[in-house]
DNA sequence: TATGATATGCTCAAAGAGAGCATAATTAGG
DNA sequence: CCTAATTATGCTCTCTTTGAGCATATCATA
């Protein structure tokens, strides 16, 4: 069988919360990912892009994840002769580590209307606004068009869903509401990014947000002590919603995620709060992978 | 930046579930996965594995999903001068057409342990006893594989988690106990598969029994209309499970997923049970996305 | 000392999940 | 025709999980 030639070349869409706002590691003031070429030395793609970031970074990363390969004919950066295989990994970096230094910028500067934190943000009415428009220019496809609107953006009766962060995405980009799908500057939704890095870091977005809600991801976010409203704080700012506070300290006990560490942080501005810290022995002791089918016993 | 080359290429595990059987694709006598170039005519590595599969197999993939991309130094095939990326996909393909033919088998012929519908199988005596040994031969790490053991094949009191295929073909990978790893066919469990292929499967079946539970997938693999225990043995076939019929009704009923086409069926040996068939539009009608986050509603 | 703020404990109702009893509608066998 | 075996389908009951909110505790500060 014939083999096929390309060029390969690793993205990161690293992530970090600082200061309740999730940030993603840009270089180009914020206008693209970081990216870099696989080398042949390296054992394994995770290995590689590992060390290459440390590198770069000077941050270590901690949870590392595949997320999505590209290779359309119509990515940029195609050099003549071959094709550019993009592979995209998810990495999470540690909070301290991450801080407020230059090249981290904060997702709703991109995806203003992901953030519901402070309730329905405003510009999601300019959005659907002109979905609406989108979706009445072909007659044919009108309805359609509409009840995929209405059901990315929770607009029927379900409510709004935090996870279809790129579906939405992908939506502004059909309907060419985005300057990456050719649209022009003044016509673009968000901050835009180079080539399809906006794309990937929906995808990342979208990953992570469905991830922490079965799996204890977000620890890697956390520095080592935290209270539990930190943890709450940093939920939620990766989510874009607010919790309610004693459910989610319910939730987190019940799941015995964590563990006193028997200090407590005054700087809250009321009771103290206990510090806690993660329980690193869940990772080989439970699956925390819920089942949701009606099994028989026997 | 520099940039690597590769070859790159594709590779499908591609199932279908017939007789109560989950299936996959394979080429020579059940040894290998299909897999093929990536050529460069195509828009979209997505629809160039459509295209290529259809040709091949003559079977129409419905569902398709990227599974995962490897790029490991130590994969076989490495071609002095450049790497091989093989990048997976995991596709549906409905009952109909993807019967008894050659080169379908069955998923348990490569993972004997993964069936749990008949009970606990046997060869999990086994398969435990070995890992065991394998073990108690390192007494630094003795502990740490007894409860990473014991977890993966759930006898730490959580229960078998049939979505732990993938660690659990890892583990006796690392342990040695499959002749990919190393070890001699003798002591190799279940059917040995060329390269890592068999890894590449264990991923997707794994993918598969993850997404069952929160993504209408099944639908793929059912032919146009059923009955509701049909479809029931069809996800205990992929999840490797036997699940309560009565409540499995309920859960169906009460998601909508489905809708009577008005006729039955009666070659079941008694009462004859009502056909249904998927109702296609709640793909753009609810997100399905079972959010687990005490939100607050302000 | 009163006030504001956050932390933390607890309750109550509603929804969901697990298990199983009961009844209905067929076919196969006397 | 009658009976047993077999699968379909309806319904109940309990236990757990979730959603919402009240109440109390413990700090800093004016």
Not at 196 to 210: C, E, S, V, Y
Request: net charge neutral; hydrophobic share 35%.
């Amino acid at each position: 069988m014939t083999i096929g030639f390309a060029h390969a070349e690793l993205i990161a869409v690293l992530v970090a919360v600082t200061g309740d706002e999730p940030r993603v590691m840009t270089i180009r003031s914020g206008n693209a990912l970081p990216s870099g070429p696989f080398e042949m030395g390296h054992r394994t793609l995770q290995s590689g892009l590992r060390e290459w970031v440390q590198e770069q970074t000077e941050h270590p990363v901690g949870y590392l994840e595949q997320l999505y390969t590209f290779a359309d004919r119509d990515r940029n950066n195609d050099i003549p002769g071959g094709r550019t295989i993009s592979i995209s990994y998810l990495g999470l970096v540690n909070e301290q580590s991450g801080a407020g230094r230059p090249g981290w910028h904060g997702w709703y500067e991109y995806f203003p209307w992901e953030d519901h934190r402070q309730g329905r943000p405003a510009v999601l009415d300019e959005v659907m606004a002109r979905l609406r428009n989108w979706a009445d220019a072909d007659p044919a496809r009108r309805d359609h068009r509409h009840r995929r609107a209405d059901f990315t953006f929770g607009l029927d009766g379900g409510g709004w869903n935090e996870d279809l962060a790129l579906q939405r995405y992908e939506l502004l980009y059909e309907a060419g509401l985005v300057s990456e799908a050719g649209c022009g500057a003044e016509a673009n939704l968000g901050r835009a990014m180079f080539a399809d890095h906006r794309r990937i870091l929906a995808t990342g977005i979208a990953r992570l947000r469905a991830k922490i809600k079965y799996r204890p991801v977000v620890f890697e976010l956390m520095p080592e002590s935290f209270t539990l409203l930190r943890l709450q704080r940093t939920i939620e700012a990766l989510a874009g919603l607010t919790l309610h506070k004693q459910n989610f300290r319910r939730l987190i006990e019940q799941q015995e995620l964590v563990e006193e560490t028997g200090g407590t942080e005054s700087e809250t501005g009321g009771r103290p709060a206990k510090l806690f810290r993660f329980r690193h022995t869940v990772l080989e002791e439970r699956a925390l992978a819920g089942t949701k089918l009606p099994l028989s016993r026997n």
